[in-house]
């Protein structure tokens, strides 16, 4: 069973900058995967950031940006703000209809 | 703009059956296919099912397969979700999303499923 891995949290400062990623338990995450990356707040539905690996959705501040490194997916926010602190949900396309998301990665503020 | 609202969540007995809707609006929905997506209370974020724009071709998590039925109805903009032989882990908030490429770009508010007896 394919298991797509994130870091369970992770924290940043006001204004600095955090990249968080997406893997696979094997092999390597590549632009064939249309790794996706998605925000969500309590209470809330996700909202889409990233998809197709670098391109942001409609409405979605240039602070964000995707990127495959080495053999991960990443999210990267720059210059990171008080209504960043959510989580950050990566999915992969594996092929055959088959959609896998990641655990999700609780990000900080402080 | 896009909307998807769903709707028939509530609290099912082990065992017993329901199912969701997902009224869409804002878009042509009959060329786009369409996604379930759960979330268990505190859990992340769970792909369900799949099923493409004509409804020809429908595809489920391992999770739910057997169990779960995806269908749409196009004439009157409708996703559903059939859920039956439902366990105490298929509790959840359940999400729609539509299909953009192979990505979900609009998300309903979800409808939460709460299987106890």
């Known amino acids: 069973q394919t298991v797509v891995t994130q870091e369970p949290s992770f924290s940043v400062s006001p204004g600095g900058t955090v990249t968080l990623t997406c893997g696979l338990s094997?092999?390597?995450?590549?632009?064939?995967?249309?790794p996706s990356w998605y925000q969500q707040t309590p209470g809330q539905a996700p909202r889409t950031l990233i998809y197709s690996t670098n391109t942001r959705s409609s409405g979605v501040p240039d602070r964000f940006s995707g990127t495959i490194l080495g053999n991960k997916a990443a999210l990267t926010i720059t210059g990171a703000q008080a209504d960043d602190e959510s989580v950050y949900y990566c999915v992969l396309y594996l092929g055959s209809f088959i959609w896998v998301f990641g655990g999700g990665t609780k990000l900080t503020v402080l | 703009q896009v909307q998807l609202v769903e709707s028939g969540g509530g609290v099912v007995q082990p065992g017993g059956s329901l199912r969701l809707s997902c009224a869409a609006s804002g878009f042509t929905f009959t060329t786009y296919g369409m996604h379930w997506v759960r979330q268990a209370p505190g859990k992340g974020l769970e792909w369900v099912a799949f099923?493409?724009?004509?409804?020809?071709?429908?595809y489920y998590a391992d999770s739910v397969k057997g169990r779960f039925t995806i269908s749409r109805d196009n004439s009157q903009n409708t996703l559903y979700l059939q859920m039956n032989s439902l366990r105490a882990e298929d509790t959840a908030v359940y999400y729609c999303?539509?299909?953009?490429?192979?990505?979900?770009?609009?998300w309903g508010q979800g409808t939460l499923v709460t299987v106890s007896s």
């Open positions: 099923i493409r724009y004509d409804g020809s071709k429908k």
């Open positions: 999303a539509k299909v953009s490429g192979y990505h979900f770009d609009y």
């Open positions: 094997s092999g390597s995450v590549s632009t064939g995967f249309y």
